[in-house]
């Protein structure tokens, strides 16, 4: 049962209603309801206006999928109607990409359609009296401003919505003169209990029930049985009809705000009539129709407005894209600069050459704010001058034995970094490259061909299977002398202990090992037992056993160099990914996450790897502040990491250098 109040604001409104028409009262914003005869209908016997007494326009039955396409269901029966059949229900909700349809939502489906129609409602936008009722308490707070901003939005989007009501006798009219179907917005259980008038006494049938909104199609009319033939889509009937009486009692159900739209299915006649408009004069009072525009005319907009649709000015928001002038003559620093606003993965590598140029310029004096409970040496201005950031340079075997293993010696030469992370074979490529040359080849040469020369191919790189036979003439005694350090001196190995012996053995400039040790820069490995050097190892094992490699004190290491950075800022430099990139992200994530992150690789994170995954992620799992400065270069690191070098440390060592000369 309805509450008392309920009931009484629904006895008000019809009184206001009735009240509104004594006195000829009405607005452009508020319902108006205008009374007038029926031009077709006198004495209940059917007026002979040019109009038949029967039409019906053949639309086909369409059956929802689920208890909320009733309306797109009706709007695919309209389509089909007006000879739109490559349409389907999927297609008409993924353009809707929503699941709670309002009437505004079927208008502007039929508009992208180019289907004339005209909408009726007596309240403009979603009425807020609703909020309290059953039906739209949980929903209606969601959709409020979304369906309030189509409401708004529908003018400019050529949808015109006559604010007022549409009676049956209207519909009726339109319908006989066969150009007209209309979908309406009923009470569902109004609609479906409409057999009762006939069968149950008057006063026994309690219409208290709950409203369910729901979506019909209106598609003829019969003036001398009183009925309307209809298309339902919650049905299981192709054809229905209903009579007069309950289609209006379904219609004007409180909620469904008298919710039509008036669909002119004619062709033929390219002025169509857009507006209902009322007049009186001494001789009839009826149904005028007044064309407002073409269909070619009302398309036209329609494509235009959206075609042309006014932008959001990006003037000093945004670069302007512009590339380098040659004809300024070739000028590198400028032409690297340029990058920044060209565009593409282009612009990724002018961000990246951006943010490493932050990191070098950092200092603690940056900060203006300083922590109350910092040592009194934080506080001098002096010490607050000489802390840098903090960077951590990571990446894969591949690099190293290409020429990138150059660039990366030059910044580990100059220590421009601070913590190196690699793998294996980012480890023994190097030396290798110390007792024997990498070559060129092709990405195309046969597996067969080269295993039968003794040539192992690393993308388009060939290493001779006699580098690998040096790199263990070379190593294997050092082992040796390792295992007798630790049982006669108990020696504790860890992997960047390792390491750096190697890099003290191998005694050459070449070497970014060598001038890691040279340099007190940690290189940590933590897949120590993967490739040529875990060969070895194993190798060695079978000779003499008994050498021990401790991971945990160099994962405490590790960890250790991002925590106790503070008060300095981190930075992470990440060459392809893999076990480095995820070993420096995880060791920062110690500290609340990197103030800085470049990442180059062409890894997509589609596959849900680490590898590929942007620093978004990262920041996501604290690994990378929410604040920080990131960015990803998707590109081959052995063409953008030199140019970045370049525009980078090498351009600030060199400034340095001239500085120091000239002082």
Known sequence: MWPLCFLLNKLLRVEERNQGRLEGHGDSTSPRYCQFDDPLVSDGKYRD????????????????????????ACVLMVLRASGIASCTLEDLAEICSTNSIWTVDLAYLLQKFCVEFSYYTITFGANPNYSIEEFYKEQLPEDLVRVD??????????????????????????????????????????????????VIVAGLHSSDSCYTGHYIVICGYDAVRDEFEIRDPASSKIHERISSKCLENARKSFGTDEDLLLIN????????PKTLHYTSSSRSRGINFVTEATMEDRVFSSVHSTVFKESESLEGKCDKIEGYDF????NYPKLMRSMLTTGFQASNLGEAIDFVNQMLDWRLADETTVAEDCSEEEKDPSYRESV?????LGFTSNLVSSGVRDTIRYLVQHHMVDVIVTTTGGVEEDLIKCLAPTFKGDFSLPGAYLRSKGLNRIGNLLVPNDNYCKFEDWIIPIFDEMLKEQKEENVLWTPSKLLARLGKEINNESSYLYWAYKMNIPVFCPGLTDGSLGDMLYFHSFRTSGLIIDVVQDIRAMNGEAVHATPRKTGMIILGGGLPKHHICNANMMRNGADYAVFINTGQEFDGSDSGARPDEAVSWGKIRGSAKTVKVYCDATIAFPLLVAETFATKRDQTCESKIKN
């Open 388 to 392: 840098k950031c903090k960077i951590f």
């Open 149 to 198: 901003l189509l409401f708004r939005k529908a003018h400019e989007s050529g949808i015109i919505i006559q604010c007022r009501s549409v009676s049956i006798h209207e519909i009726s009219c339109l319908l006989l003169s066969g150009n007209y179907i209309a979908i309406a917005l009923v009470d569902q259980d109004k609609l479906s209990k409409s057999w009762l008038e006939e």
């Open 327 to 330: 004809n300024q003559g070739v």
């Open 49 to 72: 206006a040019g109009l038949p007494s029967f039409s019906h326009i053949e639309v086909p039955h369409v059956h929802q999928l689920a208890s909320w396409d009733c309306g797109l």
């Open 265 to 272: 299915l004619v062709n033929k006649n390219p002025r169509t």
